[in-house]
C-alpha cells in the first residue's frame, strides 16, 4: 500500500492558492483506501479535526517562527538551487519533518519552498508566473520579488517529480521559461469548491445587502482586476 500525503500551509489569506489547497484535500481524500494510506500535514494544528473528517492521518509539522524567514533570506541569496536545497533541508524543522513521516509522495499545493528541498519524491504546483508574463502589477514587479520567485520554480523543476499546472497555457509558460522536460508538466485544471449559499445568506444579512448583489470573492490585490470589474458593471 502507497504512502501519499498533502502538506497543507496555506493561511486564508492566501486567498485563491487557499481554495486550491482545499479542493487539493478532497481529491486526495477520495483516494481508494485500499490502495492508499493518505496523510495531511501542516504546521497548524486546527488542521487536526478536518484531517479526522476527511479519513487522513494528521502529522503535526514544528513550525518555529524562523522557518518563513529562513527560506525567503535562502532565496535572495546568490548561490545555486543545489546549495539552496542542501542548506535549507539541513536547517529548516519543516523539510525535516516532512521527510520523517516516510511517504511515498508528498503532493505541495503551494508552490511551497519545501518541495524541492526534501528527499521525499514529491508533486508539486507552479498556480502562475505572472512575474515573468504580467510585470505591471505591482505584487510581482519588484526585481526582488522576480529573482526569489525565478530561484524558487527553477528549484521545484529540478528536484519535482511532477509540475502540476491549471492550463495548457500554463504548461507552455513553464516549459518556455525554464526550459523543462515537458513530460513532467502536468495539466489539472482547477476546480473550484461548491459555493457556500448558506454562508453567503449569513454574512448578506449581516452586511444588509440590497435583495440584488454581485459577490465577488478575491482578495485586493490589483491582478484581481477589482478596478476593470466595477467599470464594466457601470456600463
Same mark, same amino acid.
Given at each position: 500500500?502507497?504512502?501519499?500525503?498533502?502538506?497543507?500551509?496555506?493561511?486564508?489569506?492566501?486567498?485563491?492558492?487557499?481554495?486550491?489547497?482545499?479542493?487539493?484535500?478532497?481529491?486526495?481524500?477520495?483516494?481508494?483506501?485500499?490502495?492508499?494510506?493518505?496523510?495531511?500535514?501542516?504546521?497548524?494544528?486546527?488542521?487536526?479535526?478536518?484531517?479526522?473528517?476527511?479519513?487522513?492521518?494528521?502529522?503535526?509539522?514544528?513550525?518555529?517562527?524562523?522557518?518563513?524567514?529562513?527560506?525567503?533570506?535562502?532565496?535572495? *541569496?546568490?548561490? !545555486?538551487?543545489?546549495?539552496?536545497?542542501?542548506?535549507?533541508? =539541513?536547517? &529548516?524543522?519543516?523539510? #525535516?519533518?516532512?521527510?520523517?513521516?516516510?511517504?511515498?509522495?508528498?503532493?505541495?499545493?503551494?508552490?511551497?519552498?519545501?518541495?524541492?528541498?526534501?528527499?521525499?519524491?514529491?508533486?508539486?504546483?507552479?498556480?502562475?508566473?505572472?512575474?515573468?508574463?504580467?510585470?505591471?502589477?505591482?505584487?510581482?514587479?519588484?526585481?526582488?520579488?522576480?529573482?526569489?520567485?525565478?530561484? *524558487?520554480?527553477? !528549484?521545484?523543476?529540478?528536484?519535482?517529480?511532477?509540475?502540476? =499546472?491549471? &492550463?495548457?497555457?500554463? #504548461?507552455?509558460?513553464?516549459?518556455?521559461?525554464?526550459?523543462?522536460?515537458?513530460?513532467?508538466?502536468?495539466?489539472?485544471?482547477?476546480?473550484?469548491?461548491?459555493?457556500?449559499?448558506?454562508?453567503?445568506?449569513?454574512?448578506?444579512?449581516?452586511?444588509?445587502?440590497?435583495?440584488?448583489?454581485?459577490?465577488?470573492?478575491?482578495?485586493?490585490?490589483?491582478?484581481?482586476?477589482? *478596478?476593470?470589474?466595477?467599470?464594466?458593471?457601470?456600463?
Amino acid at each position: 500500500m502507497k504512502k501519499v500525503g498533502i502538506f497543507l500551509a496555506a493561511k486564508r489569506s492566501a486567498g485563491g492558492t487557499f481554495q486550491y489547497n482545499q479542493a487539493a484535500l478532497e481529491a486526495i481524500a477520495s483516494l481508494p483506501e485500499n490502495l492508499y494510506e493518505k496523510y495531511l500535514l501542516s504546521p497548524y494544528a486546527d488542521y487536526s479535526e478536518l484531517a479526522k473528517q476527511k479519513g487522513l492521518h494528521f502529522c503535526l509539522i514544528w513550525n518555529p517562527k524562523f522557518q518563513d524567514f529562513l527560506a525567503r533570506v535562502l532565496l535572495k *541569496l546568490p548561490i !545555486g538551487s543545489n546549495m539552496y536545497r542542501m542548506l535549507y533541508s =539541513v536547517f &529548516s524543522p519543516w523539510a #525535516r519533518g516532512i521527510d520523517a513521516t516516510g511517504l511515498d509522495l508528498v503532493l505541495f499545493p503551494s508552490q511551497d519552498y519545501d518541495s524541492f528541498c526534501i528527499h521525499t519524491p514529491t508533486l508539486t504546483t507552479i498556480h502562475d508566473l505572472m512575474h515573468r508574463y504580467e510585470p505591471s502589477f505591482p505584487e510581482s514587479s519588484t526585481k526582488k520579488e522576480i529573482a526569489i520567485r525565478d530561484r *524558487l520554480y527553477q !528549484g521545484m523543476i529540478r528536484f519535482s517529480h511532477g509540475i502540476l =499546472v491549471d &492550463s495548457f497555457v500554463g #504548461r507552455q509558460h513553464v516549459i518556455e521559461s525554464y526550459g523543462c522536460n515537458p513530460d513532467i508538466v502536468h495539466v489539472l485544471p482547477f476546480c473550484a469548491p461548491p459555493p457556500r449559499g448558506d454562508l453567503l445568506c449569513e454574512q448578506s444579512k449581516k452586511a444588509q445587502t440590497p435583495l440584488k448583489f454581485i459577490f465577488y470573492p478575491a482578495q485586493f490585490w490589483k491582478h484581481k482586476n477589482h *478596478l476593470n470589474l466595477l467599470k464594466a458593471i457601470a456600463l
